[in-house]
């Protein structure tokens, strides 16, 4: 699992699940339980959460875009411009003693400062402010979320599991924020360049090495393994990496169960020209 934007933009966590009014909380790992007691007797299921605990320097750029969103000045400055302002600040300095000085203007122009933007930011963006500054202002861990599907090969059906595994961590989705995605790029399953007939040989060699990779890094927990490392806080953490408490409130569902018969004989069938 990865990120969909940059780390700094949090993902919803309890405090997006609690109903104040209801006094209930709905938990969001109930989806992810009920799908595993779903699986088969010979099947099996891995959901790896490997964190690293880090520095705060990955909040320099959070920052950064709070102080865009602000309005604050210097924050809408490329990298760019600043690399090019500092060489001009240099070169100034060293030429300064070269410039005869005159009597100093007694009247001196002053800029008047920018009014703060505060007041004229949408709601949605001062959530953006909001929710960055408190991920920021937590403990925050290196993470990586692996999945991994284990049964025999005769009976191995994938797409099911997975699609409502994926399903479940889908509950953390916020559109204007941040949400976890699958890392499609890194699954076992291969694409065919081609010609499926004459790549089926090499295709089923590249299968069978990606399976064992994966299943490998799984457990010798190498962390390099994939894409770079996402950062998530305490909060973010507590959300997705816990067991369901007894007294939570989930929405219940009845089902229906359906049998299968074979149809009736007075069905009229049409002939197929």
Request: charged share 25%.
């Amino acid at each position: 699992m990865v990120l969909k934007n940059p780390s700094y933009y949090p993902i919803r966590t309890y405090h997006d699940f609690e109903h104040t009014e209801a006094e209930t909380i709905v938990d969001p790992v109930t989806g992810i339980w009920e799908e595993l007691t779903k699986l088969n007797p010979y099947e099996m299921v891995v959901i790896q959460y490997m964190l690293r605990p880090i520095d705060a320097s990955w909040t320099k750029a959070g920052y950064q875009l709070v102080k865009k969103l602000k309005g604050e000045p210097g924050a809408n400055k490329e990298p760019r411009d600043k690399f090019v302002g500092a060489i001009l600040g240099l070169f100034g300095a060293l030429i300064d003693p070269l410039i005869p000085k005159g009597e100093p203007s007694k009247s001196k122009s002053t800029k008047d400062e920018p009014p703060s933007l505060m007041l004229h930011l949408s709601e949605g963006e001062k959530e953006i402010i909001n929710v960055v500054e408190r991920k920021m202002s937590k403990l925050a861990y290196s993470t990586k979320i692996r999945i991994l599907l284990v049964a025999p090969k005769e009976k191995m059906v994938s797409t099911p599991i997975n699609s409502a595994i994926i399903g479940a961590y889908k509950s953390h989705w916020h559109t204007a924020i941040n949400s976890l995605k699958p890392d499609t790029d890194h699954w076992t399953n291969i694409k065919y360049w081609a010609f499926k007939e004459w790549e089926q040989p090499i295709h089923d060699i590249r299968l069978k090495y990606r399976k064992r990779r994966h299943m490998h890094m799984i457990r010798k927990r190498w962390f390099p393994h994939g894409r770079p490392p996402f950062i998530l806080n305490t909060e973010e953490l507590a959300t997705i990496l816990h067991f369901p408490g007894i007294d939570v409130t989930v929405p219940k569902i009845k089902t229906v169960e359906v049998a299968k018969v074979q149809p009736p004989p007075e069905l009229p069938i049409a002939p197929i020209d």
